[in-house]
């Protein structure tokens, strides 16, 4: 157990519908991280939020957006759903942000289904 | 930009059978670099890393080498068992950034 909580596991809706993804963070890390998995991208980093703030952007589409709360949990937004946004989305968490690697602990992930 | 290429799946060995899972990379600057594993079901792992060239990352029986010459971190172990059937991805992680990049994945299984 990486201490990286997601909810919900599993998520089944329609296209052109808007869900919301939550992730909480190991006790203690103030940075987390998105990543999208899916067979034809592979492993891709969405974005980035540190302490509140958001800190780096990857290939996030305009259609996602994302936050972290005071208490450090975070949410993905999803609206305006494609088929090909059916995916695994993982969380991760590490302690700090700077020019060092930390290392990152990824969440059990939210398994995404478009009908 | 920076991409990471691991060799293609999936692989499947008998136990104890010596492993080695290619990857190659390019990148700008002095990315670290990593191997991260998926059991069924699960988030990913960090297996081992190395911060720069020629530092040998290991774990569980695991190795691997930074070499910045062949821009490679292959993962190597000397006698696989069952329970390390998983998916393997290689990433790394830009100088001054932390997000990772990662490669597409190796689906290993080790039959009894």
């Known amino acids: 157990d990486s201490g990286v909580t997601q909810t919900p596991k599993h998520l089944i809706t329609a296209t052109g519908q808007r869900v919301t993804l939550r992730c909480s963070p190991r006790s203690g890390d103030l940075s987390v991280y998105w990543y999208q998995q899916s067979l034809d991208q592979g492993l891709q980093f969405l974005i980035q939020?540190?302490?509140?703030?958001?800190?780096a952007k990857g290939n996030i589409l305009e259609r996602f957006s994302a936050q972290q709360f005071p208490d450090l949990h975070s949410e993905l937004n999803l609206s305006s759903l494609e088929l090909g946004d059916s995916a695994l989305y993982f969380c991760?968490?590490?302690?700090?942000?700077?020019?060092?690697?930390?290392?990152?602990?990824f969440g059990p992930g939210t398994r995404l289904t478009v009908l | 930009g920076n991409s990471v290429t691991q060799m293609e799946g999936p692989v499947t060995l008998s136990e104890e059978a010596f492993l080695t899972i290619n990857c190659t990379y390019t990148a700008t600057g002095y990315p670290s670099l990593f191997w991260y594993v998926q059991y069924p079901g699960e988030g990913l792992q960090l297996l081992l890393k190395?911060?720069?060239?020629?530092d040998k990352g290991s774990n569980k029986g695991f190795e691997a080498t930074y070499r910045k010459e062949t821009t490679s971190f292959h993962l190597e172990k000397g006698s696989v068992q069952v329970s390390d059937s998983a998916v393997y991805f290689c990433?790394?992680?830009?100088?001054?950034?932390?997000?990772?990049?990662f490669g597409q994945g190796t689906r290993l299984t080790i039959n009894p």
């Open positions: 190395a911060t720069k060239a020629d």
């Open positions: 990433a790394l992680s830009e100088s001054g950034a932390q997000k990772l990049v």
């Open positions: 991760a968490s590490s302690h700090l942000s700077g020019r060092s690697y930390n290392e990152q602990f």
């Open positions: 939020y540190y302490n509140g703030e958001e800190r």
